[in-house]
């Protein structure tokens, strides 16, 4: 059974770089089957996606971000990492990473709450 | 980019009752690219339909979807207890991938 865990800090300073891990249980990053994302839903708010991830490394941004995006796979911690530079206050949310077939999500993890604050 | 609109915002109904949720694109959505999700407070959300009308893996069939250019519908034939709940689409015909703002249905 696909299980996916987000981990990382849950306050992050204004300007300073945002580093959250998406741990995958129950298939590998290294599967040509998935494809891997994150999206985030501010407070209050609807759901953004931040980008996806292939195992062959290649990457797909959404252009809101995409100067400030760094998603990456660690094949020996089968794991998913998203880097969000520059970060302000607007980037306060909760962060998800998703298996997909590139199109839709179809397993979610469970979140991660990130506020932006000094 | 696409931009969705849902409505109603909120739907107040009373389990039993038939709910009709509307997603509306601001372009014509590529080949019925559209999927629902339902999400629970606390909770990440799950995927209900996608391809506009086919129901996800364990998805009921008093769930269903419908619609297709810029205009889609996702109707909960009964409402059960566990069916109340905020519900975003979703279109993947065009990047970037947009979700609407949701419409929660809350009981009456």
């Known amino acids: 059974q696909l299980q996916l865990q987000e981990s990382g800090p849950g306050l992050v300073k204004p300007s300073e770089t945002l580093s959250l891990t998406c741990s995958v249980s129950?298939?590998?990053?290294?599967?040509?089957?998935?494809?891997w994302g994150w999206l985030r839903q501010p407070p209050g708010k609807g759901l953004e996606w931040i980008g996806t991830i292939y195992y062959t490394g290649s990457t797909y941004y959404n252009p809101s971000l995409k100067s400030r995006v760094t998603i990456s796979l660690d094949t020996s911690k089968n794991q998913l990492s998203l880097k969000l530079s520059s970060v302000t206050a607007a980037d306060t949310a909760v962060y998800f990473c998703a298996s997909t077939n590139f199109y839709y999500m179809d397993v979610w993890g469970k979140g991660t709450a990130v506020t932006v604050s000094s | 980019e696409i931009v969705l609109t849902q409505s109603p915002g909120t739907l107040s109904l009373s389990p039993g009752e038939r709910a009709t949720l509307s997603c509306r694109a601001s372009?014509?959505?590529?080949?019925?690219?559209l999927a629902w999700y339902q999400q629970k407070p606390g909770q990440a959300p799950r995927l209900l339909i996608h391809?506009?009308?086919r129901r996800a893996t364990d998805i009921p069939d008093r769930i269903s979807g419908s619609g297709s250019g810029t205009d889609f519908t996702l109707t909960i034939s009964r409402l059960e207890p566990e069916d109340f709940a905020v519900y975003y689409c979703q279109q993947y015909g065009s990047s970037p991938w947009t979700f609407g703002q949701g419409t929660k249905v809350e009981i009456k």
């Open positions: 129950g298939a590998s990053v290294n599967n040509n089957s998935y494809y």
């Open positions: 372009q014509r959505v590529i080949a019925t690219s």
């Open positions: 391809g506009a009308s």
